[in-house]
């Protein structure tokens, strides 16, 4: 089955830091460029950054560049979003999303929750 | 950025009826090497994550009931729906990824009159 899971949510303080995870399975992780949607509650979607296959190349929202990195590390099916200075305004949840070849996303986890708050 | 724009907001219908929402790009998304429209639709359901249902504008992604369809190009496109049925219930998100940054519309709640 074709599963994306994140992990590494929760509560962090205002200029905190934290890493998110999402673990691929089902499918070869390594042929996909690979985004990070977040959506705040009650709210819309809203990009984040996107990822292309081997990792050369990254894209992100104006609103978190200098603040967020994305990576990702294909021997181990696992993309990653550190996420540092962190603003209550991040406070969302986080779907990471597989790009089938254009942009779009068409399989994606669940999504990690992100609170910052003190 | 390219801002994308959908109406309704909120939409109303019967079941059975048919369900039109709108999306309107602020430049277009039609890539005219390939002729193909930077653009999909997403149907989002409480405590779900988006699901795909629409992309290059028209193309239905597999296992999406044939009752949804894709039209339009350029800058201006739309999502029918042409039978309500209950579970049609959600938020219908447009996205453009014509270029980066990546933008969705502010979402259309679509519920049952």
């Known amino acids: 089955e074709v599963q994306l899971v994140e992990s590494g949510g929760g509560l962090v303080q205002p200029g905190g830091s934290l890493r998110l995870s999402c673990e691929a399975s089902?499918?070869?992780?390594?042929?996909?460029?690979m985004h990070w949607v977040r959506q705040a509650p009650g709210k819309g979607l809203v990009w984040v950054s996107r990822?292309?296959?081997?990792?050369?190349?990254?894209s992100y929202a104006d609103s978190v560049k200098g603040r967020f990195t994305i990576s990702r590390d294909n021997a181990k099916n696992t993309l990653y979003l550190q996420m540092n200075s962190l603003r209550a305004e991040d406070t969302a949840v986080y779907y990471c999303?597989?790009?089938?070849?254009?942009?779009?996303?068409?399989?994606w986890g669940k999504g990690a929750t992100v609170t910052v708050s003190s | 950025d390219i801002v994308v724009i959908q109406s309704p907001d909120s939409l109303a219908v019967s079941l059975g009826e048919r369900a039109t929402i709108n999306c309107r790009s602020s430049q277009s998304v039609l890539y005219t090497s390939n002729n193909k429209n930077y653009l999909a639709w997403y149907q989002q359901k409480p405590g779900q994550p988006p699901k795909l249902l629409i992309y290059w504008a028209s193309t239905r992604e597999s296992g999406v009931p044939d009752r949804f369809s894709g039209s339009g190009s350029g800058t201006y496109f739309t999502l029918t729906i042409s039978s309500l049925q209950a579970e049609d219930v959600a938020v219908y998100y447009c996205?453009?990824?014509?270029?980066?940054?990546?933008?969705f519309g502010q979402g259309t709640r679509l519920e049952i009159k």
């Open positions: 996205q453009q990824y014509y270029s980066t940054p990546i933008t």
């Open positions: 999303a597989r790009d089938p070849g254009g942009g779009g996303g068409d399989v």
């Open positions: 990822i292309n296959s081997d990792g050369s190349g990254t």
């Open positions: 089902g499918f070869t992780f390594s042929r996909y460029w």
